[in-house]
DNA sequence: GAAATAGTGTCTATAAGACAATATCGG
DNA sequence: CCGATATTGTCTTATAGACACTATTTC
C-alpha cells in the first residue's frame, strides 16, 4: 500500500504513520465551520441564513449561506467554541442547544480549493430573537427539507441533513422543549412539536409522555385567554435532551 | 461584532463573509481522517488499532492510536473517499457499514498544531478479516467503552463516543446485521445484539422483531450442529439499515 | 349558556417481557 | 431416551392511537 504516488504518501501517511521524516509541508484543506440555526417564528420552523458578500473572489456573491466561516486557529480554542463564536455573533444568542451535525469534505465544494466544513445545528427559542440578530442575516420558514432561495457552496444539502436529524430525534426526544421560551404550557409544546413534526400529535399520549419524563416542571402560574386557563411550565434545571424509548407513530 | 481583532477577522471572517479582500493565506488547521473499526472476535466486540511509527517529529510514538492520517487533497475526492480508503489499506476490506461520527478539532489535541479530525466508524464481519490485515496493525477487545492500551492523540476519547454510538444504535437498528458473515442464524445473530450490548435479550420478542422488520431472508440451508439444527438467513438485497420504533429494553 | 381550549378517562392495538411448551438434532 | 439448542406459544404489561368526556375560562 505505501509507496504508491510520491506526493500522495506525503500527505496521507508521512505525518502520522510514515517511517520517514515527518514533513507537515503538504497542501491543507480550507476548514470552516457552518451553523444551522432553527427557530419557531410565526408558527414555522425556520432556519437563519446570512447574505453573503460580494467583494473579490468572493465565491457564490450575494446569495444566502448558512452563518458560518474559516475557522480562526488563534482564536478559536477548539471547534465548538469556533460554532458558539458564530453563533453569538450572528444572534446574539447564547443557544440552549448545540449539536454536531457532521461534517462534509470534498475537492470540489468551494471554488477556492478543497475544503471541509464542521457542521452544527443549533436551537434557540423563538422569543426575545429579533433584537439582537446581526444585520446581514434573515430568518426563513423551511419548505420540506429546504429554503425558497438557492444557496451557496453545498449548504442545502447541510440544510437538509440538519432537518431530516431534527424530524428524527423529535420523534423521541424532547429537543423542542429548547425551541421554547422559559415558560410554556403543555398545548404550547405540543404545537411546537406539531410544527417540526408537520403532523397532528394525540394530546392525551403526548401529555403523558411529558409529564411522565423527568423534563419540566409546574410554575404558580397561569397562562390566561378567551378560555380555560392552561398550567405554566419551565423546564427543569438538568439540562439534557431526555430519550423515550419509542418513536411517536409506530411506522406503517 | 466585526473587527474586533486584526488577525481574528483576516482568518475568521474575510474569506466568507468580510467586504475586504479575502485572502486565503492565514494559516489553517491540519486536516486528518480517523477510523473506528469494529468487529466481533472470539465472543467480544474489538477495535482494530495501529501501532505508531518513532520517526524524527513522530507524535505519541509507539503507542496504539486509531487508524487514519492526513487528508491527502491531491488523492482524496471527498472525506469519505479518504475514510474508506484508510479502511481498505488496513483491512483489505470494503466495509459494508461507514458512518461518520464527527469531528473533534482544537489547538491542543496534536502537538504538531492546530487539527481537526473527521472520524467514521465501521463495522466488519469477523470472518476472514485476519488474513488481510497490515502488518502494524492489531484488534483489541472493548473494556467498556474503552481499550487497555493508552491511546494517542483524543483517541480514547473518540472512540468512547464510537462505542457510545454503536451501543446506542444496537437498540433500535438492525446495525449488528453488518457484524455478521454472509449466512448466519437467528441465535447467532441474537448472540452479536448481546456481545455489543453486553446483555442478554428476550428470545421471542428477539425473533418477533427480526423477523417482522425487511431484513434478512431464510435460504434453502440449515447449520448443523449437536443439537436442532438452526435455519439460516442472509442479509437481504436493501442495504439500508433498519430503524425499529422502540428500543429493546425500556429504560427504568 | 355558547364557544373555545385545557385536561382526563376509556377502550383498543401493538409489541415487549417473562417464561413455558414443543421440536429436532446428535449421541 | 437424554442433553442441548431451536422455535413457537401464552400470558402479562406498558404505552401509543382514537376519541369521548369533563373542566374552566371569556363573552
Redesign the pocket.
Known amino acids: 500500500m505505501a509507496g504508491r504516488h510520491g506526493q500522495g504518501d506525503a500527505a496521507g501517511d508521512q505525518g502520522r504513520s510514515g517511517a520517514k521524516a515527518p514533513g507537515l509541508d503538504f497542501p491543507r484543506p480550507l476548514t470552516t465551520v457552518d451553523i444551522v440555526i432553527f427557530t419557531i417564528r410565526q408558527e414555522a420552523l425556520q432556519v437563519l441564513l446570512v447574505r453573503r458578500g460580494s467583494g473579490p473572489g468572493e465565491p457564490f456573491p450575494g446569495t444566502f449561506a448558512l452563518p458560518g466561516g474559516f475557522v480562526d486557529i488563534a482564536r478559536d480554542r477548539d471547534l465548538e467554541a469556533c460554532a458558539r463564536r458564530k453563533l453569538a455573533e450572528k444572534t446574539g444568542v447564547v443557544s440552549p442547544y448545540l449539536e454536531q451535525l457532521g461534517s462534509w469534505g470534498s475537492a470540489d465544494r468551494d471554488p477556492r480549493g478543497w475544503s471541509a466544513t464542521h457542521a452544527y445545528f443549533a436551537l434557540i427559542p423563538g422569543s426575545a430573537v429579533e433584537a439582537a440578530l446581526a444585520a446581514d442575516v434573515q430568518w426563513f420558514p423551511l419548505e420540506g427539507t429546504g429554503v425558497t432561495p438557492k444557496l451557496a457552496f453545498d449548504h442545502a444539502e447541510i440544510l437538509q441533513a440538519a432537518v431530516q436529524r431534527l424530524r428524527n430525534k423529535v420523534e423521541y426526544t424532547s429537543l423542542p422543549a429548547y425551541l421554547m421560551p422559559k415558560e410554556f404550557?403543555?398545548?404550547?409544546l405540543q404545537r411546537t412539536y406539531e410544527i417540526v413534526l408537520d403532523r397532528a400529535?394525540?394530546?392525551?399520549?403526548f401529555?403523558?409522555?411529558m409529564?411522565?419524563a423527568d423534563l419540566i416542571e409546574p410554575i404558580a402560574k397561569?397562562?390566561?385567554?378567551?378560555?380555560?386557563?392552561?398550567?405554566l411550565y419551565r423546564l427543569k434545571k438538568t439540562a439534557a435532551p431526555v430519550y423515550?424509548?419509542?418513536t411517536?407513530?409506530?411506522p406503517e
Open positions: 404550557t403543555l398545548p404550547e400529535l394525540e394530546k392525551s399520549a401529555r403523558t409522555r409529564l411522565s397561569m397562562r390566561k385567554g378567551p378560555n380555560r386557563p392552561a398550567q423515550f424509548a419509542r411517536f407513530n409506530a
